[in-house]
């Protein structure tokens, strides 16, 4: 299998119950939901994605004709130190396109934990250390337990009512980032957070740090 990676870095992860971790970051290419092309976003679920998920030229990014080459550049991309556990998190666009049992298990025998950040759209394969799910469309959500689910919010076609009943350990809200508007939408996150104590805030650090 040849997987095509848009970027892949090392980085502090900025979101979710994992913030603050230093992380591979392996954010393949492709999604799902959206071509990534502009003139396609009126016609996705999710118009407020802030990614770049098209190509393979970011930086670290390629085409990797096998899972050791991708394993080993995951690999050689943490740096060398006996501190901590070694954390990949794939993501995307979307990752479980492309995510496999034997990049896993690579990953795996060299000492990574493995984290993915997914739509929920595919079922997730074995071996996952740490899955956040972050739906987009209720009637097409297949993986419906994990470790965290994040809700981008609000969002008036997927209110979090109708995801507080699904089997994952930490449910977190996200404002969504919308620069066209004139308000922030962090104060309603709050709001809520405060009203059902189940939820918590999830805040883009990585933004606020300056991180990619």
């Not at 950040?117 to 997730?124: F, K, P, V, Y």
Request: hydrophobic share 35%; proline share 6%.
């Amino acid at each position: 299998m040849t997987y095509t990676v848009k970027e892949l870095f090392y980085t502090l992860q900025g979101e979710g119950r994992q913030t603050g971790r230093a992380a591979v970051f392996c954010r393949f290419s492709g999604c799902n939901l959206w071509s990534g092309l502009e003139k396609d976003r009126d016609k996705t679920v999710c118009p407020f994605c802030d990614t770049d998920f098209v190509g393979y030229d970011g930086e670290g990014g390629g085409k990797f004709t096998s899972a050791i080459k991708l394993a080993e550049k995951i690999i050689q991309t943490w740096p060398v130190t006996d501190e901590g556990l070694p954390y990949v998190v794939f993501t995307g666009g979307e990752p479980l396109l492309q995510l496999d049992e034997a990049l896993i298990t690579l990953l795996h025998r060299a000492g990574f934990e493995i984290g993915v950040e997914t739509n929920g759209t595919i079922e997730a394969p074995e071996g996952i250390d740490w899955l956040c799910v972050s739906p987009k469309q209720l009637d097409k959500l297949v993986q419906r337990r994990g470790d965290e689910l994040k809700l981008l919010f609000p969002r008036e076609d997927l209110p979090p009512e109708q995801l507080a009943h699904l089997n994952f350990r930490y449910f977190y809200l996200q404002a969504v980032d919308d620069p066209q508007q004139s308000t922030s939408n962090q104060q309603p996150v709050v709001e809520y957070c405060l009203r059902h104590p189940q939820w918590r805030v999830s805040l883009q650090t990585h933004k606020i740090l300056g991180l990619k």
